[in-house]
């Protein structure tokens, strides 16, 4: 994917964001253009930056910290030097953003119509009500949803995540905007919507020629939408090229970890997680920020900060941030991926069996006899779109959906389907992790407070040992122990998530249920704990592990069941699943998972539109 070179529609020079306490820079000296029509890929593991710079952009700071120089130029026209008022009329005409999450940037009190009406009448005022409506079915067409009054006077939580995500694509592209700025948008959403919103990204941008900036922890869809990426970490860009240089060489030992921790539908790959944690704004070392992770880091990295630099004899742009350029050429090539040897199972001893499963909500029924078993030590991958059963059938198994029938056995003993019917020593031997860990820890404790009391309430331990637990789990799952001090709403996404995951594994399982836990974190941490988990198997512990992701199946899943409409149209071994599916929706799954072997999907038919 090339763009025509042209006069850039965003220039940004020399921005800096800092923490208002201490000083210390969140993101420093950030230098890029943008032309019409180019999709701008920006990627980075959590603490990065990503969001900053991108609230920066829109001339927008997080309370506690302010932009301290730098220009954001749209069209010749410095943001950064406008007030309040001049902001808010830019914001959403000229500049438009598409949040992670649809449900919480919706509006929830007002139908669908009424948030277009509402801001059609801020932002274009001199046009008829006539003229909006017609704008408004025409942008709800182009993003494929149903262009009618039925669906204008819905809610937003009448529809799905899809639809949802879609609406907003809808709002920010209707006023044709010069810049729009995607913040995660496809994190949550199964393979095939996710193929369908990429879509209609790619093809709005180019339609309307509207400069996009793609925020995202996953290189895989990253390569399906963007022309150029931006690697960012602790707050500074090391490396910005093309993509095919970017994903063909990587110049950047960063980008190389990166792309070395991404799981592949295709093949099954050795990853390997980069050692390590991101450094704060406060901790950060006075050269290079990626020093004390990198293998081939000097005393001189330790010590200078290293600049931008054109690399030499790059076929198009292409700068990195690095002492030694020259790096890779001692390193392996990205494409020669070790192929992982499948670790046979030391018992064929079924542990979970699940039998005639059928489940409701109220009057609407979602599974419809259901039957599958697991044997101790494997790993049995559940997918399907959004939908088709998944998480009901894992609630159902962990005893918290209460309308279900059928037998579920556990270790060849008959059990509940109420967790609060279990004995102690059942509900200890079956954990589920949550997809959304926000919900799912106390607000209101610290983390240590939080898996402190699950020892206690299992091992009844003493306080020194329950802090050493508490310790060696956190480094289990890839988090500083000072993070037992913070709570919750002080964490990001992916470290609630690996808090999450560390509770459950404070229980020392024997089953763990696994509900996208790795859809909110990035490839490296994705990485170590797919690798944590692979070590769990080895010491006997069996997961049923609910995803979207195809690429996660192939690393980690031993077998693999397909969920449509509430029953398994299809299962088997991995390799035999991901390489021949037999069934018709199999086979459409497959085709939209994105890969860094694969060619993006550039369409999508109508029928698949039906599913989301």
């Not at 940037?105 to 948030?115: H, S």
């Not at 025409?138 to 009618?148: F, H, P, T």
């Not at 330790?302 to 690399?311: G, I, T």
Request: charged content about 20%.
């Amino acid at each position: 994917m090339i763009v025509k070179q042209q006069a850039a529609i965003l220039e940004v020079k020399n921005l800096s964001v800092v923490l208002v306490a201490t000083g210390n820079d969140i993101i420093s000296e950030i230098d890029f253009t943008l032309q019409a029509g180019e999709v701008l890929g920006l990627v980075g593991e959590s603490g990065s930056g990503k969001t900053t710079l991108s609230s920066a952009l829109l001339g927008y700071t997080r309370h506690g910290a302010k932009i301290i120089s730098g220009q954001v130029i749209l069209n010749g026209r410095d943001i950064l030097k406008l007030n309040d008022q001049q902001i808010r009329q830019i914001r959403g005409c000229q500049i438009a953003h598409v949040a992670q999450d649809p449900g919480t940037a919706l509006n929830p009190v007002l139908k669908i119509g009424q948030q277009f009406d509402e801001l059609l009448e801020v932002h274009q005022p001199e046009l008829s009500k006539s003229a909006h409506q017609q704008k408004i079915l025409k942008i709800l067409k182009e993003v494929g949803l149903a262009a009618d009054e039925e669906f204008l006077k819905r809610y937003p939580h009448q529809l799905s995540g899809g639809q949802q995500q879609r609406v907003l694509l809808a709002l920010a592209f209707i006023l044709q905007p010069q810049l729009i700025i995607l913040d995660e948008p496809t994190t949550a959403l199964d393979v095939t919507t996710q193929s369908l919103v990429l879509n209609i990204i790619r093809q709005l941008c180019q339609e309307y020629q509207v400069a996009a900036i793609y925020v995202s922890h996953d290189l895989t869809v990253v390569k399906d939408i963007a022309h150029r990426v931006i690697v960012l970490y602790s707050g500074r860009i090391a490396e910005d090229a093309w993509l095919e240089n970017l994903f063909e060489q990587p110049r950047h030992p960063y980008s190389y970890g990166l792309i070395q921790a991404i799981p592949d539908v295709v093949e099954k790959r050795e990853l390997n997680p980069i050692q390590g944690h991101a450094p704060s704004p406060n901790h950060r070392s006075p050269g290079c920020a990626f020093s004390d992770r990198c293998a081939y880091a000097t005393a001189q990295c330790r010590s200078e900060r290293p600049h931008l630099v054109a690399v030499e004899h790059a076929q198009h742009p292409h700068f990195i941030a690095c002492h030694y350029p020259e790096w890779y050429q001692n390193a392996e090539q990205v494409h020669a991926a070790h192929l992982l040897q499948e670790d046979g199972l030391n018992t064929q001893e079924i542990v979970l069996r699940a039998e005639n499963i059928n489940a409701w909500y109220g009057q609407h029924q979602v599974l419809f006899d259901v039957n599958l078993q697991i044997q101790r030590g494997e790993c049995l991958a559940l997918v399907g779109e959004s939908g088709s059963g998944k998480t009901t059938l894992s609630k159902a198994i962990a005893g918290i959906n209460e309308s279900v029938t059928g037998i579920l056995s556990l270790e060849g003993q008959t059990v509940p389907f109420q967790a609060k019917n279990r004995s102690l020593k059942q509900r200890h031997k079956l954990q589920y992790i949550f997809q959304n860990p926000y919900k799912a820890l106390n607000p209101i404790h610290t983390i240590e407070h939080t898996l402190s009391k699950v020892v206690q309430h299992f091992f009844k331990t003493s306080t020194d040992e329950t802090a050493q637990r508490v310790s060696e789990v956190l480094k289990q799952v890839s988090l500083p122990d000072q993070i037992k001090y913070a709570y919750p709403r002080d964490l990001s996404g992916g470290e609630r998530q690996r808090v999450a995951i560390a509770r459950a594994l404070l229980c020392q399982p024997d089953i763990l249920i696994c509900d996208e836990i790795t859809s909110a974190l990035d490839v490296s941490v994705q990485a170590s704990i797919l690798q944590l988990l692979q070590q769990l198997q080895q010491q006997g512990v069996t997961i049923l592990f609910v995803t979207h992701n195809l690429g996660v199946v192939r690393a980690i899943a031993n077998r693999v069941a397909v969920l449509q409409k509430g029953r398994i149209i299809e299962t088997g071994d991995t390799d035999q699943v991901l390489s021949s599916p037999k069934h018709a929706y199999t086979q459409l799954l497959l085709a939209h998972a994105p890969s860094l072997f694969k060619t993006p999907s550039q369409t999508i038919s109508d029928q698949q539109l039906s599913y989301v």
